[in-house]
Nanobody
Framework: QVQLVESGGGSVQAGGSLTLACAAS????????MAWFRQDPGKEREGVTT????????YYADSVKGRFTISLDRAKNRLTLEMKSLKPEDSAMYYC??????????????????????WGQGTQVTVSS
């Protein structure tokens, strides 16, 4: 069965950096999308960024463009999110997500919850001002 396990969350001051990781297992297909979403209590889950399985095609929400970098290590089945210049509004639970059987980056967007069929349990990021 597919499992996604996030790590790397924590507390940081505004302007600081954090790197999240997602270890994936149980899926053997070669064409897929992996993404990061985030959610504050009482709010909708928001798409942050996604990457196609070729590792070279990415998409970022405007709110994180230029500050966050997504990367994929296919050999290790590991997704990473490097976050810099963090702001208090970046505080949320961050979730790793997988969409299987995708044929290009266009299958990875829009970054909405219903496009992805496997989810991790989340890792908390808190940014203080």
């Amino acid at each position: 069965q597919v499992q996604l396990v996030e790590s790397g969350g924590g507390s940081v001051q505004a302007g600081g950096s954090l790197t999240l990781a997602c270890a994936a297992s149980g899926y053997t297909g070669s064409n897929y999308c992996m993404a990061w979403f985030r959610q504050d209590p009482g709010k909708e889950r928001e798409g942050v960024t996604t990457i196609y399985s070729d590792g070279g095609n990415t998409y970022y929400a405007d709110s994180v463009k230029g500050r966050f970098t997504i990367s994929l290590d296919r050999a290790k089945n590991r997704l990473t999110l490097e976050m810099k210049s963090l702001k208090p509004e970046d505080s949320a639970m961050y979730y790793c997500a997988l969409r299987t059987y995708a044929h290009s980056i266009s299958w990875c967007v829009p970054l909405v919850r219903t496009m992805y069929n496997y989810w991790g349990q989340g890792t908390q990021v808190t940014v203080s001002s």
